[in-house]
């Protein structure tokens, strides 16, 4: 198994690679301005230190997100408190992160969400995939609609409970799952 570590971006040269390669991976946007300000910024690197995926999580505000939200709609939505809020952003990983590896992602999300101190738990998507897995467990949708960047987008948010339970379907998709492969391989006779 390669071995990967999971580290704190915090130097300009690092922040720009980041964003660089979010862009190449995902093909969404993300500024300079807005990761120096994030709360969390995080790079995971191959055993080779080639940066292979992160994540940002933003407690400050201005968020992004809720400032993705037309105007209109952000007058009849419920935003919780924003001073409570941390939102979770730019999460990408390349193919040579295997499903193990991605539990372990997020097990070090979970982490620094908690570490944050803050009651809410913001999250996006313009994936259909990933909105239909997180909505199963984010009760409230923020809004879904167009936003400037995209034709469609679903924001949602929970608590510390709701992103707990995720986590949990999360490691037994990826860790449960990996164990299942493994134990059906065909085995050799020695």
Same mark, same amino acid.
């Given at each position: 198994m390669k071995f990967l570590s999971i580290e704190k971006?915090?130097?300009?040269?690092? #922040?720009?690679?980041?964003?660089?390669?979010?862009?190449?991976? %995902?093909?969404?946007?993300?500024?300079?301005d807005f990761l120096e300000r994030? /709360?969390?910024? $995080?790079?995971?690197? %191959?055993?080779?230190?080639?940066?292979?995926? @992160? &994540?940002?999580?933003?407690?400050? $505000?201005?968020?992004?997100?809720?400032?993705?939200?037309?105007?209109?709609?952000?007058?009849?939505? %419920?935003?919780? *408190?924003? %001073?409570d809020m941390v939102e979770g952003c730019c999460i990408w990983m390349t193919k040579e992160i295997n499903s193990f590896q991605r539990g372990w992602v997020y097990l070090t999300i979970y982490y620094d &969400?908690? /570490? #944050? @101190?803050?009651?809410?738990?913001?999250?996006? /998507? *313009?994936?259909p995939k990933v909105v239909k897995l997180q909505r199963?467990?984010?009760?409230?949708?923020? &809004?879904?609609?167009?936003?400037g960047h995209a034709p469609w987008c679903c924001m949602y948010f929970g608590t510390k409970r709701h992103m707990a339970k995720l986590l949990l379907i999360i490691l037994s998709k990826y860790w449960v799952g990996s164990l299942i492969k493994i134990g059906k391989r065909p085995t050799r006779n020695v």
């Open positions: 971006i915090k130097s300009k040269s690092q #922040l720009i690679q980041f964003m660089k390669k979010y862009h190449e991976n %995902s093909g969404n946007d993300v500024s300079i994030a /709360s969390v910024v $995080r790079g995971i690197y %191959s055993k080779q230190e080639n940066l292979i995926g @992160g &994540y940002v999580l933003n407690a400050n $505000r201005p968020h992004r997100y809720i400032s993705d939200i037309p105007i209109d709609a952000a007058l009849h939505n %419920s935003i919780p *408190t924003e %001073s &969400y908690i /570490s #944050l @101190g803050k009651r809410y738990m913001l999250g996006a /998507s *313009t994936e199963l467990i984010f009760p409230n949708v923020l &809004y879904e609609g167009p936003i």
